[in-house]
């Protein structure tokens, strides 16, 4: 398994993992709120929970709490499987280019036995020469990508640092 293979099954792994916590939890929602007094002075801050829904009461510590003057959600777990979507997508659309490209080279071996008379409306050697050029560009590029979410879980003991995006050139 070459290098890159290893970061994409590592960013695989932990993309397994966090949909299996945000699926778990459910829609709930955490959040640091900020409870005022009827004269608008601050009470206190604290983290809370709530089922999600616009009509649930937030609950700290077993207690509900009165509405709060301020919300600042600090785990969703729609939206962290909406990452995870995201993030699988440049995987796929990584391994597709990966694909596209060894056809491409398959093609061009195969072409190099054919002459333009031979094979009308084969693409020359020429044209599957630049298109490999930017499929190889492209891949590049989205593994730039996949070395920055990956990154994210750089204090994992699976990660290994030369996959920091700073260790290389994007």
Same mark, same amino acid.
């Given at each position: 398994m #070459? /290098?890159?293979?290893?970061?994409?099954?590592?960013?695989?792994? $932990?993309?397994?993992?966090?949909?299996?916590?945000?699926?778990?939890?459910?829609?709930?929602?955490?959040a640091?709120?900020?409870?005022?007094?009827s /004269?608008?002075?601050?009470?206190?801050?604290?983290v809370?929970?709530?089922s999600? /829904? #616009?009509? /649930?009461?937030?609950?700290?510590?077993?207690?509900?709490?009165p509405e709060?003057?301020?919300?600042?959600?600090v785990?969703?777990?729609?939206?962290?499987?909406?990452?995870?979507?995201?993030?699988?997508?440049?995987? $796929?659309?990584?391994?597709?280019?990966?694909? $596209?490209?060894?056809?491409?080279?398959?093609? $061009?071996r195969? #072409?190099?036995?054919w002459?333009?008379?031979t094979?009308?409306g084969y693409?020359?050697?020429?044209?599957?020469?630049?298109?490999?050029?930017?499929?190889?560009?492209?891949?590049?590029?989205?593994?730039?990508?996949?070395?920055?979410?990956?990154?994210?879980?750089?204090?994992?003991?699976?990660?290994?640092?030369?996959? #920091?995006?700073?260790?290389?050139?994007?």
């Open positions: #070459s /290098d890159d293979e290893e970061l994409a099954a590592f960013l695989a792994a $932990r993309l397994d993992e966090k949909e299996a916590t945000a699926s778990h939890v459910g829609p709930a929602h955490v640091w709120l900020t409870l005022c007094g /004269d608008g002075q601050l009470l206190y801050t604290t809370a929970a709530t999600g /829904d #616009s009509e /649930d009461v937030w609950v700290a510590g077993g207690k509900v709490l709060p003057a301020f919300v600042r959600v785990y969703d777990p729609e939206r962290a499987l909406r990452e995870v979507a995201a993030d699988r997508t440049l995987l $796929r659309e990584r391994e597709r280019l990966a694909h $596209r490209r060894e056809a491409l080279a398959a093609n $061009r195969a #072409s190099e036995r002459t333009p008379h094979a009308p693409p020359s050697a020429y044209d599957m020469q630049r298109e490999g050029f930017a499929l190889e560009a492209l891949e590049h590029f989205l593994f730039g990508l996949i070395r920055v979410r990956a990154a994210a879980w750089s204090d994992h003991p699976g990660y290994r640092q030369h996959w #920091s995006p700073h260790a290389s050139i994007l």
